[in-house]
């Protein structure tokens, strides 16, 4: 048996009362794995003697689970009103690779009233640390083709368009799509491209990693009373669809493949495969950061950039509120973080952290259009050389931190999203 945390989609708390200091607690498909299993780990109404038995805990997001870890114990909160009686679990996030993980990824553990439940792992239980620990093989280039028609399925323009945004920033988004027909042969790791069809667009307009095996849940189209086929996936890379890969550029570079698939799901081939990343690379105007099984070396990187983000937008808007500014939080959804207001005067506020000396910052188009047509209103504040302790925590009170008259000129930019060179008019304001 494993103890199962469900999760709803994430929402703030307030660190001062929150017995474990976090700032916000459930599902965020922006974040890593070990950053979600860090704010969800805890604190839940959980049973001692349960906890004792099992060697494993799932989350799992809308009836599915996404995060397997091996648990090493639990502890109480001592700062909590009633200490002993909620607990947080202590444990390791499993990797792509571990058949542990690879085995409950995906599985289906459906919605239930109580957050906390357990799940059978009797087929699981069996293996040995001996070949848990064994180098997993190399499967090579294995990618697939996942389809959207806009005339069956539309995608949520607010939610793609932020998507977009956080792909453009260096993040991944996470979700489950359908692979069609297909019930096996994907593996965690696998290489995925969305393909757009219908009547105009058509191309490639996605890229991403699956992190789980086929599994089976309740049909896409509603109209539909059998189950589909779904895996899950982390997207490095989408683009507005005005953006899109042409579908008449992938069949006369690309003509061993057929680019008009009838469902999702279908094998692209080893031959294409590596000249497709090319040419979606080049088509972007930069490498793609793609996920890779086991994800160690990248899957701590968020939670440092988060860190990094929020004591930039901190800085940025204690600032303006020390200047008797009010000042609204607005990066959820905005082409900019804040917005100060004094009086009739307006200023829309970027924040961008940085561990370098920050000569550049990453921007997107999004921001830079909103800063283009909003000339002397947009300002950018960057905080560059934070610094970080052993253990992985930022110092606070750390970094230079610098505000300039937010207008960027094309000079300033260079393609990526966008790095922006740092060479204009400091501001005092």
Same mark, same amino acid.
């Given at each position: 048996?494993?103890?199962?945390?469900?999760?709803?989609?994430?929402?703030?708390?307030?660190?001062?009362?929150?017995?474990?200091?976090?700032?916000?607690?459930?599902?965020?498909?922006?974040?890593?794995?070990?950053?979600?299993?860090?704010?969800?780990?805890?604190?839940?109404?959980?049973?001692?003697?349960?906890?004792?038995?099992?060697?494993?805990?799932?989350?799992?997001?809308?009836?599915?689970?996404?995060?397997?870890?091996?648990?090493?114990?639990?502890?109480?909160?001592?700062?909590?009103?009633?200490?002993?009686?909620?607990?947080?679990?202590?444990?390791?996030?499993?990797?792509?690779?571990?058949?542990?993980?690879?085995?409950?990824?995906?599985?289906?553990?459906?919605?239930?009233?109580?957050?906390?439940?357990?799940?059978?792992?009797?087929?699981?239980?069996?293996?040995?640390?001996?070949?848990?620990?064994?180098?997993?093989?190399?499967?090579?280039?294995?990618?697939?083709?996942?389809?959207?028609?806009?005339?069956?399925?539309?995608?949520?323009?607010?939610?793609?368009?932020?998507?977009?945004?956080?792909?453009?920033?260096?993040?991944?988004?996470?979700?489950?799509?359908?692979?069609?027909?297909?019930?096996?042969?994907?593996?965690? #790791?696998?290489? /995925?491209?969305?393909? !757009?069809? %219908?009547?105009?667009?058509?191309? *490639?307009?996605?890229? +991403?990693?699956?992190?789980?095996?086929?599994?089976?849940?309740?049909?896409?189209?509603?109209?539909?009373?059998?189950?589909?086929?779904?895996?899950?996936?982390?997207?490095?890379?989408?683009?507005?669809?005005?953006?899109?890969?042409?579908?008449?550029?992938?069949?006369?570079?690309?003509?061993?493949?057929?680019?008009?698939?009838?469902?999702?799901?279908?094998?692209?081939?080893?031959?294409?495969?590596?000249?497709?990343?090319?040419?979606?690379?080049?088509?972007?105007?930069?490498?793609?950061?793609?996920?890779?099984?086991?994800?160690?070396?990248?899957?701590?990187?968020?939670?440092?950039?988060?860190?990094?983000?929020?004591?930039?937008?901190?800085?940025?808007?204690?600032?303006?509120?020390?200047? #008797?500014?009010? /000042?609204?939080?607005? !990066?959820? %959804?905005?082409?900019?973080?804040? *917005?100060?207001?004094? +009086?009739?005067?307006?200023?829309?506020?970027?924040?961008?952290?940085?561990?370098?000396?920050?000569?550049?910052?990453?921007?997107?188009?999004?921001?830079?259009?909103?800063?283009?047509?909003?000339?002397?209103?947009?300002?950018?504040?960057?905080?560059?050389?934070?610094?970080?302790?052993?253990?992985?925590?930022?110092?606070?009170?750390?970094?230079?931190?610098?505000?300039?008259?937010?207008?960027?000129?094309?000079?300033?930019?260079?393609?990526?999203?966008?790095?922006?060179?740092?060479?204009?008019?400091?501001?005092?304001?």
């Amino acid at each position: 048996m494993a103890v199962n945390l469900a999760l709803a989609d994430a929402y703030f708390v307030d660190a001062g009362q929150d017995p474990m200091g976090r700032t916000w607690v459930g599902w965020d498909r922006s974040e890593s794995d070990e950053a979600l299993w860090a704010v969800n780990r805890g604190r839940w109404r959980l049973d001692e003697r349960a906890l004792l038995r099992e060697r494993f805990a799932t989350i799992s997001y809308r009836g599915v689970v996404q995060i397997v870890a091996e648990l090493e114990g639990y502890e109480s909160m001592l700062a909590d009103p009633k200490p002993g009686l909620k607990k947080a679990l202590l444990g390791r996030v499993l990797a792509p690779g571990d058949p542990v993980r690879d085995a409950l990824v995906g599985r289906l553990v459906g919605r239930q009233r109580n957050p906390v439940s357990y799940i059978d792992t009797s087929d699981v239980d069996s293996i040995s640390a001996a070949e848990r620990a064994r180098t997993w093989p190399e499967r090579g280039d294995h990618a697939f083709l996942v389809t959207n028609n806009p005339g069956l399925w539309a995608l949520n323009d607010d939610e793609y368009d932020e998507d977009v945004r956080t792909t453009a920033d260096g993040g991944f988004v996470r979700g489950q799509w359908s692979v069609g027909p297909r019930t096996g042969g994907i593996e965690p #790791g696998d290489r /995925v491209f969305m393909l !757009r069809q %219908g009547r105009d667009r058509r191309g *490639i307009i996605a890229s +991403g990693t699956f992190t789980s095996r086929v599994f089976q849940d309740a049909h896409w189209d509603e109209t539909r009373s059998n189950d589909a086929n779904y895996a899950l996936i982390d997207w490095d890379t989408l683009v507005d669809p005005e953006d899109v890969l042409p579908i008449e550029r992938l069949k006369a570079e690309l003509s061993e493949q057929h680019w008009e698939p009838q469902a999702s799901g279908t094998s692209i081939r080893q031959e294409v495969r590596r000249r497709l990343e090319q040419i979606w690379a080049g088509h972007l105007g930069r490498p793609v950061s793609r996920r890779t099984a086991p994800r160690q070396a990248w899957q701590l990187d968020p939670v440092r950039r988060k860190q990094v983000e929020d004591a930039a937008q901190d800085r940025l808007m204690r600032h303006y509120r020390d200047l #008797g500014w009010q /000042v609204q939080d607005t !990066r959820h %959804g905005n082409p900019y973080d804040a *917005i100060a207001v004094r +009086g009739a005067e307006v200023r829309y506020l970027e924040a961008k952290g940085t561990e370098t000396v920050g000569r550049a910052v990453i921007v997107t188009p999004g921001e830079v259009e909103h800063a283009r047509t909003h000339p002397g209103k947009c300002v950018l504040g960057v905080l560059s050389d934070i610094e970080f302790t052993a253990a992985g925590e930022l110092v606070p009170g750390s970094g230079i931190f610098r505000m300039f008259d937010w207008c960027p000129e094309a000079t300033d930019l260079v393609a990526r999203s966008y790095d922006y060179t740092l060479n204009g008019h400091p501001l005092t304001d």
